[in-house]
């Protein structure tokens, strides 16, 4: 729940699809001397960030998420993982926007950026992941929206959405 990169892109026919609006939520934690419980902490970043995944939410014909399954350094920060993935599910149920999820190696997959050495399966390096992207899409809003270390979240964000565009679901969206 640390950095989470939102995405809005857009899809017409004959042309590149487009990021026309992005945002990553960052949240910190409480201060140690706030004296904060961990589980108020906790909701007061999932508001946060609920907050403008709503909007988000709300603009989109469609929410595409990359499958929860990595394993976080800590409970903490699984949890914290757990309950911001399930807040999206929620909130796309809530007012019926369909959700597609896909796992990261079948992001990896459809954007065709597999390393394979020896046949074997090697980590895809952020630089792969937004080669990838720039090679499909126009992020050109996305880079003057969002900067900095943060702007790898909207990326990988971007990177789902144009991964799921070739599940059936998606392509019945777009036509």
């Not at 796992?103 to 895809?124: C, F, S």
């Not at 050109?140 to 679901?169: N, S, W, Y």
Request: glycine share 4%; net charge positive; with cysteine.
């Amino acid at each position: 729940m640390a950095n989470l990169g939102l995405v809005l892109v857009e899809f017409e026919h004959g042309r590149r699809p487009r990021v026309y609006d992005a945002h990553v939520v960052v949240t910190e934690n409480a201060k140690k001397t706030d004296l904060v419980m961990a589980g108020d902490d906790n909701a007061r970043r999932l508001k946060i960030l609920s907050r403008i995944a709503h909007r988000f939410i709300l603009a989109s014909s469609a929410v595409c998420l990359e499958s929860y399954s990595q394993i976080a350094v800590n409970a903490s920060a699984s949890a914290k993982s757990a309950m911001a993935w399930a807040s999206l599910v929620v909130m796309a149920d809530l007012v019926n926007v369909p959700l597609m999820v896909m796992r990261p190696q079948d992001v990896r997959d459809e954007l065709e950026i597999n390393r394979t050495a020896g046949g074997k399966r090697q980590k895809v390096s952020k630089a792969d992941v937004e080669a990838a992207v720039r090679k499909i899409c126009d992020v050109t809003e996305l880079d003057a929206i969002v900067q900095g270390d943060a702007r790898q979240h909207a990326i990988d964000a971007t990177a789902v959405v144009l991964a799921c565009t070739k599940l059936p679901p998606m392509q019945f969206l777009l036509g």
